[in-house]
Structures are given as C-alpha cells and as structure tokens.
C-alpha cells in the first residue's frame, strides 16, 4: 500500500518526538543499566538464533530472486556464526569504559573558579544503512552505551531481518528499565522516509550514513542535519627512497590483497624513484600470482612490464585513476620524485580515509604524519588497520572523513561531545 509523504512525515515526526523524549532519560542512565540491557541483548540474540534465522530468510530468498550476486546475498545472510558474533559484540561493548561524564582538563584559575569539559551524549542520531542486517545491533549497541537514542533506518532488502532483530532491542532495554524508545526502526521501506528523517534538525541531531557512495551523496546534499560521512576510500601506499625491502612488498601486498571490498583497503600505490628498481619487480610478481590489475604510469609500467606473468595485467593509467575507489583486485602505480611530491599527490588525489609510509627514515615518517591531510595516517602500517576495533574502540559506527567532531573510525567517543563546565564557591567577575 501506497504511503503518502504527509504521513512518512508524521511518522518520522512522531518516531523523533519519542527518540527526543527518550535521548533525556538515556543521558542520566547508569552505567550499570546500559550494561544489563547490552548483556540482555546478546542473551536474546543466542536465545532468537531461529527465530532470526527464519525472518532473515525472506530477505535472503527476494535478494537471490532479484538476481543480487553472492556478494550482496553473504552480506545479508544471518548465519549461526554472524547471529555469535553479533551477541559477542554487545559483550564487548559492554566490557568497554562508559564515555558519558568523563571530566577532563581541569584547571584552577586565578579568579578561583575551576574549568573543565565533560563528555556528553550527542542526544539522537539517525542511522541510514543498506543491506547488513547486523548493523542494526552494531548502531544499537553503540548508541545504548553512550547514551543516545537512535532511529534507525535499515535498507528495504533487510526489512524483515531488522524488525526481528529491533524487537530483541526493544525487550533488552525495557528488561533494564530504559525507554523502548531509545533505539527505533523506520517500520516503512519507503524512500520518503530517508528524505524526512534527514530533515528533522530539532528531533536529530546528527545523521550517519553507511553505504555506497550514491547514498551518502544523495543524504551530505539534501540533509538539514550535521552529516557524519566519508565518500570514498582511496588509500594510499608510499614506499620512500629509505625503506626495508621485505617489510615493504609485505605490507603493500597486505594492505591491498587481505580483502578487496572494505574502504581501508589500498588503491594506490607511490614508489619512491630511487626504490622503484628495486621494490616494484617485487611487489609486480605478487600481483601477478595474485591476478591484481595495475593501472601505471609510464615509468612503473616499464619496470613492471619485465615481470614473467605481470603483462596481461598491466593497464596505462588514466588520470582518473589517481582518485580512483576500486574496491576490486586493482591497484594505480606511480613512480614519484620523493616525499614531497607523494605528500602532494596523496593531498590532491587522496579521499582523507587513510594513508600509509613505509620508510626506515625517522624524519620522513614524521612529515608525512604531519602533511598527510587524512583521517588515518601511518607509518609502517597496512590501510587495513584503520577500524574501529583495530584501534580498540571496540566497535565503531562508521568512518568519518570529515573534519569536524569526529574523525576516522567512529566509536562511542565519536558519539558523544564535550561541554564545558565551571566549578566555583561563590565566585563573581570583577
């Protein structure tokens, strides 16, 4: 049945009103409330295993008859091994330090009063997402410890999967005695509702997209809310003109080939001049045995192209490769006069995601952590480390490449913010 907008408007209004409403009480609750519903959560979650199971499969059986590839089907499917994990990452959030009334830089001042700054919940946060239904405990989990409320908008391809797994939520946070409210599923597949819900500035108060590129475009250009985003993932390998040969193809080879999909994986890669000789043969015959496609520039394509196997994979690089997301087993390859001009390329081509140099030259590490304008940057370090868990946030919500409030991984620090509060006894300005 056809839904009209005035009545998606309604609908999300109303789902905002409640989530308002319930962002105060989850402001105030214990730390020890928020646990017991996490740990009610996961308790449910293995208790449901079935019954998940058997409303994940519509979803499963639409996505294959609507001729999705496997991909899409394994990212959607709740198998018994997603269904644990999940349940263990509502343990593990709950094993995680509670963010919310932190007091940090405290300092007396001569008029005697004494300032700081608290860590406060953002209040609501919208979260719009596409066909993983496990993002649902993920944003809801996160969302419980730090004391927000959530509304949560799942892609339509997950529907039923999500409302099974919304009604386990809804169960644990009532068992802890916090607000049902706190944590909300868009009941409509209805596109309209995406518009709504990224238009409602004094029932939300951030927006964070997880999905593809079209999405988050179509969300960062129409939303009236603070959006929490990143584009693209177009990361950077640099190996400089000092660097152990070993540690280097290692790492390259890891930081593109360990898994093609994920946004940290690497797409480009800049070799120092002086290292060319040396490192790309190397690294060619791994992306050859590992049939990787290398887009090159005329100089790497002419040391490339005497690696045995490495011929039917090699491609001139276009300039829009520079910039290029692949997600795919391809790679770009440019040769560049050092660090300075790899620090110049990564800054003009770069998606600020993350950013890797391998060098055994302390201060070229250190510039490049300085000058490198990205959310991660490392230093003898594969892209694939750039996670939430990887950093020990313990889960994250997403990436953000932008500059404000939060940047890289997204954790429950990246959901709460800092206010400023002042300690007196009586104190008055003179």
């Given amino acids: 049945m056809q839904i009209s907008n005035d009545s998606i408007h309604a609908l999300i209004t109303d789902l905002g009103v409640r989530a308002r409403a319930a962002s ?20 449910l979650i293995r208790a449901q295993a079935a019954e998940l199971k058997a409303a994940n499969a519509p979803d499963v059986q639409a996505a294959r008859d609507a001729g999705q590839d496997g991909a899409f089907v394994d990212r959607l499917t709740l198998t018994d091994q997603h269904i644990e994990l ?18 940090t830089d405290l300092r007396r001042r001569p008029s005697g009063i004494t300032v700081g700054r608290m860590r406060v919940p953002l209040g609501v946060f919208g979260m719009i997402y596409e066909s993983r239904p496990n993002v649902t405990i993920e944003a809801a989990s996160l969302a419980i410890k730090s004391g927000n409320a959530v509304i949560l908008r799942g892609g339509s391809e997950a ?33 309209a509702a995406v518009g709504a819900l990224i238009t409602l500035p004094q029932y939300v108060d951030v927006i964070i997209p997880r999905g593809g590129k079209g ?22 390998v640099y190996v400089d003109a000092e660097v152990d040969m070993d540690m280097a193809v290692r790492v390259t080879d890891n930081a593109k080939t360990q898994r093609y999909s994920p946004c940290n994986a690497a797409e480009s890669l800049l070799v120092a001049a002086s290292s060319a000789a040396a490192f790309l043969p190397r690294i060619g015959k791994v992306f050859a045995q590992k049939g990787v496609e290398m887009r ?10 005497q690696v045995p196997g490495a011929g039917p994979l090699l491609r001139d690089a276009t300039p829009a490769d520079w910039s290029a997301e692949y997600l795919a087993p391809i790679i770009s ?28 030259h302390h ?20 892209t694939r480390f750039a996670d939430g ?38 104190e008055i300005r003179t």
């Avoid at 105060?24 to 017991?36: E, G, P, V």
């Avoid at 599923?185 to 596109?191: E, H, M, W």
């Fill in 389 to 426: 868990f990887e950093f020990g946030l313990g889960a994250e919500i997403g990436i953000s490449t932008d500059k404000f409030h939060a940047r890289g991984p997204v954790g429950l620090e990246g959901l709460t913010s800092q206010k400023w509060m002042v300690l007196g006894n009586g």
């Fill in 24 to 43: 105060r009480f989850m402001a105030r609750a214990s730390t020890a409330a928020k646990n017991a519903a996490l740990l009610e959560l996961a308790r």
């Fill in 215 to 236: 999405l988050i475009e179509r969300i960062s250009a129409e939303a009236k809310v603070p959006v929490i985003k990143h584009l693209d993932g177009n990361c950077h």
């Fill in 296 to 305: 090159c520039c005329a100089q790497s394509r002419a040391v490339l192209e």
């Fill in 333 to 360: 390859i440019k040769v560049v006069d050092g660090l300075d001009e790899a620090i110049a390329h990564i800054n003009r081509y770069g998606s600020g995601h993350t950013d890797t140099i391998l060098t055994s």
């Fill in 159 to 191: 529907i039923h999967s999500n409302r099974a797994l919304a009604g386990l939520v809804a169960l644990a946070l009532v068992d802890a005695d916090l607000p049902a409210d706190a944590v909300q599923l868009v009941p409509t597949t209805d596109r």
């Fill in 363 to 382: 201060p070229s590490a250190m510039r490049f952590l300085r000058e490198v304008d990205s959310a991660s940057v490392m230093v003898n370090a594969s």
């Fill in 86 to 103: 999940m349940a263990q990452s509502c343990e593990q959030v709950a094993q995680l330090p509670d963010p919310v009334g932190e007091m």
